[in-house]
C-alpha cells in the first residue's frame, strides 16, 4: 500500500466513469472474479453500496424479492430500496420459500440471503435456495461478507463450501474489510451482470471510487489469502477450542463452526453485564441487544481470527467460568 501511495497518492480523485478507475483496480477485479470462480467482477466502495446496486439495477415495482429474515440490514435496505415487491421467508427455510415462489407470477424475482450469517454465524442452505431459485427462473443472490476468505476450499467462500458455481450462484457479493483486511467490496458474476452494474448502478456511478492504493494493498492481501491455507486451518482450530470449552461450561451456543460463535444470554441487561465484565478483564466482546437480534436472543458475540492465539482462546474460557460462579 505504502509503495502505491507514492506512485497514485491517497485518494483516487473521482468516480470509476471519470478518471478513478486505475489499473490496479481493473487487475484486483479480474484478480477477485478468478478467485471467487466467476466471470467478472465490479469494484465498489461498501458492500452496503454494493448490495444496494444489484437490486436497484435488477428490480422493479413489478418485480419481487425474496428475502431470509435474519438478512443483513444491507440486504433488508436492498430490498426495500428497489422499490419491488418484498417477501421474507422464515430463516434458512427452503420449504417456506418455495411456497411463496410458487404463488409469484411476477416478471424478475431475487433471492436474497447471507452466506454466513452475521449474529448466528449459521450458513444459509445454499444448495437448497440455488435448486428452488433454478426452478422459478429467479437469480440468487449471496453476500457472503462473513464467509469469504475463511470458508470453502481455498478460503472461497460460502458458494465453495458447498460446491456450487457461477451457474449455481449468478450473483456473489463479497467484502474486502473482513478476511482480506482491507476496505471496500465487490459483486461477482456474468459479464452482463457487472456491465449492468456499470452502466446503471447508481451507487457505482456517482461516487468516488476505491484508492487505487487500497486495491493493490488488497491484490497482496488476496495473494497471502490463497497461499496461505495454514491460517484457514489454525482459525478453525481456534474455533473448535472454544466450542469444546464453551459447552463444557454449558453457555447455550448456536449451530455455528464458523468465525461467529455467539452465546445466547437471553435478555439485553445480561448481554451488556458480561460484555462490560469482559472488557473490565482485558477482552472484548461486544454485546449484541435487540433491535439487531430479535428480542429475548441478546449475546455476546465472539469473533476470532487467525491472529489469536490458543492460550487466548484458553483465558477467555477461565474468564467466562469465573464470570458464570
Known amino acids: 500500500m505504502q509503495r502505491a501511495v507514492n506512485e497514485c497518492g491517497v485518494g483516487s480523485g473521482a468516480s470509476h466513469l471519470i478518471s478513478g478507475h486505475h489499473a490496479a483496480h481493473h487487475a484486483l477485479e479480474e484478480e477477485l472474479a478468478a478467485f471467487v470462480g466467476c466471470e467478472a467482477a465490479v469494484l465498489f466502495s461498501s458492500g452496503y453500496m454494493a448490495n444496494l446496486c444489484v437490486a436497484g439495477v435488477l428490480l422493479g415495482r413489478h418485480d419481487t424479492v425474496y428475502s431470509d429474515r435474519l438478512n443483513h440490514a444491507s440486504l433488508v435496505d436492498a430490498a426495500r430500496l428497489s422499490g419491488a415487491r418484498q417477501q421474507r421467508y422464515r430463516h434458512g427455510d427452503p420449504a417456506h420459500l418455495k411456497t411463496l415462489l410458487a404463488a409469484d407470477a411476477g416478471k424478475h424475482k431475487l433471492v436474497l440471503t447471507d452466506g454466513v450469517f452475521s449474529m448466528d454465524g449459521d450458513f444459509a442452505p445454499l444448495p437448497a435456495l440455488a435448486d428452488l431459485a433454478k426452478r422459478a427462473n429467479a437469480w440468487l443472490m449471496v453476500d457472503d461478507a462473513h464467509g469469504l476468505g475463511v ?7 460460502s458458494s465453495a463450501h458447498f460446491g456450487l458455481k457461477q451457474s449455481d450462484v449468478p450473483i456473489l457479493m463479497g467484502t474486502l474489510g473482513k478476511a482480506l483486511g482491507v476496505f471496500g467490496a465487490f459483486v461477482a458474476g456474468s459479464r452482463a451482470l457487472t456491465e449492468a452494474m456499470i452502466q446503471f448502478g447508481r451507487t457505482y456511478t456517482y461516487t468516488t471510487a476505491l484508492p487505487p492504493a487500497v486495491a493493490e494493498a488488497t491484490r497482496e492481501s488476496l495473494r497471502v489469502l490463497v497461499e496461505e491455507d495454514w491460517r484457514r486451518a489454525h482459525l478453525q482450530e481456534l474455533v473448535m477450542r472454544f466450542r469444546r470449552g464453551a459447552e463444557t461450561l454449558g453457555l447455550a451456543l448456536t449451530d455455528s463452526t464458523t468465525a461467529i460463535q455467539p452465546v445466547i444470554l437471553g435478555s439485553a441487561e445480561a ?3 458480561y460484555s462490560q465484565a469482559l472488557e473490565e478483564r482485558g477482552i472484548y466482546v461486544p454485546a449484541i441487544r435487540p433491535p439487531t437480534v430479535p428480542k429475548g436472543t441478546a449475546r455476546l458475540r465472539f469473533t476470532f ?11 477467555l474460557l477461565i474468564t467466562l467460568a469465573d464470570l458464570s460462579q
Open 151 to 157: 470458508v470453502g476450499p481455498g478460503g472461497r467462500g
Open 271 to 273: 448481554a451488556a453485564v
Open 305 to 315: 481470527s487467525a491472529a489469536h492465539s490458543p492460550e487466548q482462546v484458553d483465558q
